[in-house]
């Protein structure tokens, strides 16, 4: 399974609109995130290019993607995935901690992964 259906799947299993634009620009965002990058300087440039829009356009295509989700999504569901990454004044995480967090769930599932493969493979032998 390729990293973009990875990211793609999970933000769907979130409860993310596929419809909107916003959900092709966090794709990218969480493909091209990692530990220490600006998401403004360096991620909304590069996704605007990709898209052919705006970073700003890019930036406010994700938030709505974010109030949609948390406004019609299992927050139940949410509250677990992004623990306390709420803004305490919109009650939703920033478009950083969405992106981080998703990215590092997603790094999570992988190594899971990688290590019950390992683990699967010592009991075989």
Known sequence: MTE???VQDYLIKLGVSPRLSGFNHAVYAIMM??????????????VAELFETTPSRVERSIRHAIENLFHHGDLEELQKVFGNCFSKETGKPTNMGFISMVRLRLD??????????????????
């Open 33 to 46: 995130y990692h530990s220490g990058v600006n998401i403004t300087k360096d991620i909304y440039p590069q």
């Open 108 to 125: 999570q599932e992988k190594e899971k992964l990688l290590w019950d493969g390992c683990s699967e493979n010592t009991k075989k032998r």
């Open 4 to 6: 973009k259906i990875r």
